[in-house]
């Protein structure tokens, strides 16, 4: 097994020297610089990790680990235009900078690269890695229309909540694994498992990141702070705090997110605020907690020996106390 | 082999049966509208005649079939944001109807379910299949990218011209062909020249598209006449009027697709009446019978009985002349 550190570097290496400018520029320019604002290259990872986990040299992942990162920087490009977000990784965002149109079309071909990328794999595996990745790209959508939809109801319930991001982001993951674990010929048992893992991961993981947006540093999350709250995205801390404020505070802080203001800082500072009140950041650390416990319960239940467990342990533990 | 009026008849009626309806609404309330439409179902008619060519039972292509004509709906639902185009089949277009953001995320599951529907083949034949279809949706991409770029520029030539439409249009009728054949089991060779007929079929069939998009009765197209005029687009009529006018008239010309007006009917009625001054018409019907006369040279070397391409060929010339 390789050191969670060695195969970190590899996955940052291997991304660095990805060249995707070609011709026609009008389409791959806005490609090759979304691919080049970086992030954290979980998936990627996550796909070596899980290769490595049974003990398939993860060196002989990149095209799976490529894939599964172009389709995650799809869906990132597609869903800013929706949700006309300014900033991705502290840079403007491709709809921003390109115009929407070039920015719906480069995240279209990118689609097909990740295809594409899976087809570079052994003939034997691709039948079962297209399914996955399939199956995966069609949740995302139904995540992001349910994300949607939401924008516009006021009785959201913390249950769709966490459905709708399972969709949205986690299923991304377990996907990330499960290509990692099909080119090692796991078996279908072990896959599920380590599948499983990644779901309960990504919810944890996406909880997390609802606390970033309220309490974390500018240059350190790449994105505006509050922009969930901007736009009134009814995340786990505002279901949590509308479920335990009183009527005037729970009344409040619906009418933040129902009312057209342009005081963008009063309304950031104000449902802070409430959402201090309440202490809710407390509660979903609380489940931030509770789903962790449910991932590594699932990740116990992969046969492997258990210190072929370890860089997914540690790689969990880093997610989830992550600052940024 | 079947009459193509029977498999016509299974085209028509495999569509009518189909309900991509389900929950999330947001997300397959436009899917399903889209592909409620209607259109000429060319691409997987294509499949099953290829198939049926190769003498496989044409009734055993239906999700290859399907696949193909989730995938040219997509691109016609992105395509019609870019282009702003407000009428599809006599409707108006989805981003029109349900909001980009709809039409956006829409698209990109209907892209998705082409997958889907490809992964419900025969297992040994899904590598060869989504290669086909991953390597035509790049090419489709790219042709729309090229398109943008074109109406930025004043010097398109022709041939570019016919490289941008055999990207947007040809690769998607060549794959829908080649689809059927790798179905069938056919040898490359064969599958090779039907997809070269395919292509200079797509070629002959966009040229025709330039002259109905100008002399053609609305409610028979489907579209407003003169939309490619209003939009700019340099389509093969405009590339050879520039090419073929006088001084002053090439200059007229080119000052309307320079210029913003709102007089469009104006700018559309001295377009055409230049297009008639110069009989470009005439020119690019000439440019449709040569691509026709390659594509029926490419049909000729598929290796099969003369009276097995019959139903190919009568399509190719009802397309050819077709009014609508």
């Avoid at 940052?12 to 020297?17: N, Q, S, Y």
């Avoid at 799976?64 to 991705?88: C, G, K, Q, W, Y």
């Avoid at 890695?129 to 139904?142: A, F, N, W, Y």
């Avoid at 969930?228 to 786990?236: G, P, S, W």
Wanted: with cysteine; net charge negative; charged share 30%.
């Amino acid at each position: 097994m390789a050191e969670l550190k060695e195969i970190q570097k590899y996955v940052t290496e291997l991304f660095a020297k990805q060249d995707f400018a070609k011709q026609p520029l009008v389409l791959y320019e806005p490609f090759q610089y979304t691919m080049s604002l970086g992030g954290k290259r979980l998936r990627p990872l996550l796909v070596m990790l899980a290769a490595d986990m049974f003990s398939l040299d993860y060196r002989q992942t990149d095209n799976a680990a490529v894939a599964i990162e172009l389709a995650h920087n799809f869906t990132l490009l597609h869903d800013d235009i929706m949700d006309e977000s300014p900033l991705r990784r502290g840079k403007p965002t491709v709809y921003q900078k390109f115009g929407t149109d070039k920015a719906i079309l480069s995240g279209d071909v990118m689609y097909a690269k990740a295809y594409d990328y899976l087809l570079k794999c052994d003939t034997d595996k691709i039948p079962q890695l297209v399914k996955t990745l399939t199956s995966v790209l069609i949740q995302v959508c139904e995540g992001q229309a349910y994300d949607m939809n939401f924008e516009q109801r006021n009785d959201v319930t913390q249950r769709e909540y966490i459905t709708m991001i399972s969709l949205k982001t986690s299923v991304l993951l377990a996907a990330a694994l499960k290509m990692g674990a099909i080119l090692a010929g796991a078996k279908a048992e072990d896959m599920n498992a380590l599948s499983e893992f990644g779901l309960y991961l990504g919810i944890a993981f996406q909880l997390q990141d609802d606390i970033l947006d309220c309490w974390s540093d500018l240059n350190e999350f790449g994105k505006v702070i509050g922009s969930d709250i901007v736009d009134n995205k009814k995340t786990i801390l505002f279901l949590t705090a509308v479920e335990k404020a009183d009527n005037g505070d729970d009344r409040e802080l619906i009418t933040w997110y129902l009312e057209k203001t342009n005081d963008f800082q009063k309304k950031k500072q104000r449902v802070i605020e409430l959402f201090e009140k309440y202490d809710v950041r407390s509660d979903v650390e609380k489940m931030i907690g509770s789903y962790t416990i449910k991932a590594l319960d699932a990740l116990d239940r992969v046969n492997v020996e258990q210190n072929q467990k370890d860089n997914l342990i540690t790689l969990a533990k880093e997610l989830i106390n992550r600052k940024k």
